[in-house]
């Protein structure tokens, strides 16, 4: 039975070399990896707080972004919405 996409060293890739795939899984796992950032946050330090965004959501978005070179813009607001989501969460106030 074939497969839609595969995953190699991290990135989904899917029968059409599209990148929706991989771009479906990073934002997917960014967004969770927020929501449990976001349950947490009252209890951290800034400096906590902004290492964690780091480590678990800008370093998703960062692996292998030269494979995502040339996306199309609906493609590129999906991810974008993602830093901008971790954006709001570091500016809100306690």
């Given at each position: 039975?074939?497969?839609?996409?595969v995953?190699?060293?991290?990135?989904?890739?899917?029968?059409?070399?599209?990148?929706?795939?991989?771009?479906?899984?990073?934002?997917?796992?960014?967004?969770?990896?927020?929501?449990?950032?976001?349950?947490?946050?009252?209890?951290?330090?800034?400096?906590?707080l902004?290492?964690?965004?780091?480590?678990?959501?800008?370093?998703?978005?960062?692996?292998?972004?030269?494979?995502?070179?040339?996306?199309?813009?609906?493609?590129?607001?999906?991810?974008?919405?993602?830093?901008?989501?971790?954006?709001?969460?570091?500016?809100?106030?306690?």
């Open positions: 039975m074939p497969v839609i996409a995953r190699d060293l991290g990135v989904h890739l899917d029968t059409d070399l599209t990148m929706t795939a991989h771009v479906t899984a990073t934002v997917r796992a960014c967004f969770s990896a927020l929501r449990q950032i976001r349950s947490v946050k009252n209890s951290l330090t800034r400096d906590a902004l290492t964690l965004i780091g480590a678990l959501v800008v370093s998703k978005l960062d692996y292998c972004s030269s494979v995502l070179a040339g996306l199309p813009g609906s493609l590129m607001r999906r991810l974008q919405s993602v830093l901008n989501s971790a954006a709001r969460l570091r500016d809100i106030r306690r």
